[in-house]
Nanobody
């Protein structure tokens, strides 16, 4: 089992920045993909970003490209989501997730591709 714990959420003004962290424990992350998803009230969960723990590769949803960055720290077993120039529409509960194994490219944005989930951290952006 992989245990995931998010941190770094908060309430900010539009244009501000936040850095979310997803700390993993339990089974190794090698060979897995680590994703960030978000869910706003009344809306479906949506893909934000994903990074391959092994072998490189990272992807972002179009609406956050140029503002968000996903990265990892192998030594700390942690994945980060750096969020800059935040907008009110970024308001949501952000959760990180881990797959059982490497996910095919076409399925990286599907929440069903991920087995382990953290409890989430709230990000609220005011205009």
């Amino acid at each position: 089992q992989v245990l995931l714990e998010e941190s770094g959420g908060g309430s900010v003004q539009a244009g501000d920045s936040l850095r979310l962290a997803c700390a993993a424990s339990g089974r190794p992350l090698a060979g897995r993909d680590i994703g960030w998803f978000r869910q706003a009230p009344g809306k479906e969960r949506e893909f934000v970003a994903v990074i391959r723990w092994s072998g490189g590769g990272a992807w972002l949803r179009d609406s956050v490209k140029g503002r968000f960055t996903i990265s990892k720290d192998n030594a700390r077993n942690t994945v980060y989501l750096e969020m800059n120039n935040l907008r009110p529409e970024d308001t949501a509960a952000y959760s990180c997730s881990a797959s059982q194994r490497r996910v095919i490219l076409s399925a990286l944005r599907d929440p069903a591709s991920y087995t382990y989930w953290g409890h989430g951290t709230q990000v609220t952006v005011s205009s």
